[in-house]
């Protein structure tokens, strides 16, 4: 199985489009072939990564990153920092097929992050084991520290002058790539929890927020709403300026009278200030 994949590493490296289509089909197949043998032979694309600068065309630097998928399927939890590394190094390449293909790689560290981060537990509230608390506080920590540096790169490659609310209407550039692959870490669940988790959060703002949860889950259900609790939460999470919490009275409005809507922005206001906002570093304006 090494040579084989050293074969197919090489041919994406080196070889002509045709060449490197056939290998990465090849590579598919020993993946769904013969899965733990591949896991074993996977170290060898370890050796392949600091090669990356030596590849002579975009066209065979593309296709190497996009073969590597399988190979990050299969090493991610145990060598995520090496791939990490390798990745925030590819993204800033000038070329934007080649940060597209290490963007679509890399989403299985987004994987292995979560799962390890917020792992399965059945049936729910059953003790993790220790082996699962270890490589959930390792996978915290690897998760923080992944935004951290992507964030200081975002820094780096921020232009004054770009002035876009959305990441789509963005022109392509490697801060858009950046942004792209940051979005995917913080704007999930499993980040929102890493950071609740690694900071205490004041007993009155705790006991708090899960009055307002009841609350907001009521009345979503009352006003037969489209969306929940975790739509909610995460436009407050996500917020931009203050007009954004019209966004969340929309939620809940249904067109009715003076008294129903005072009560919506009664809540809607209390949940802009106990749920956490990305802008306030995951914290409330009430713990502000």
């Not at 996009?66 to 990745?87: E, M, Q, V």
């Not at 490659?157 to 913080?186: F, G, H, T």
Request: charge should be negative.
């Amino acid at each position: 199985m090494n040579k084989k994949l050293q074969r197919l590493l090489t041919i994406l490296m080196t070889g002509s489009r045709a060449e490197f289509k056939l290998a990465k089909k090849e590579i598919s197949v020993l993946w769904h072939r013969d899965t733990e043998g591949f896991k074993t032979g996977a170290l060898v694309a370890l050796e392949f990564l600091p090669k990356f600068d030596q590849i002579k065309t975009d066209l065979n630097k593309e296709a190497f990153v996009a073969g590597l998928s399988f190979f990050f399927l299969a090493l991610d939890n145990d060598h995520f920092d090496t791939l990490k590394n390798f990745t925030l190094r590819v993204i800033q390449h000038p070329n934007g097929h080649i940060r597209e293909a290490i963007r679509h790689t890399s989403s299985w560290l987004f994987c292995s992050l979560t799962s390890r981060a917020c792992p399965f537990v059945y049936p729910p509230g059953q003790e993790l084991t220790t082996k699962q608390k270890t490589e959930q506080t390792k996978a915290h920590e690897q998760y923080l520290n992944y935004v951290k540096e992507i964030e200081a790169l975002i820094d780096r490659y921020s232009l004054d002058d770009e002035r876009v609310k959305y990441i789509e209407d963005m022109k392509p550039s490697i801060n858009k790539s950046l942004q792209q692959l940051w979005s995917e870490l913080a704007d999930s669940r499993a980040c929102q929890e890493i950071i609740a988790e690694t900071r205490p959060i004041p007993s009155e703002v705790f006991f708090k927020r899960k009055e307002l949860e009841q609350e907001i889950t009521k009345l979503l259900k009352e006003t037969r709403s489209d969306f929940d609790l975790s739509d909610v939460k995460n436009a407050i999470f996500h917020e931009e300026d203050t007009d954004d919490m019209m966004e969340i009275v929309a939620m809940f409005d249904r067109g009715g009278d003076t008294s129903e809507l005072s009560n919506i922005l009664e809540l809607a206001t209390d949940a802009w200030n106990y749920f956490p906002h990305q802008m306030l570093g995951g914290l409330s304006p009430a713990e502000m």
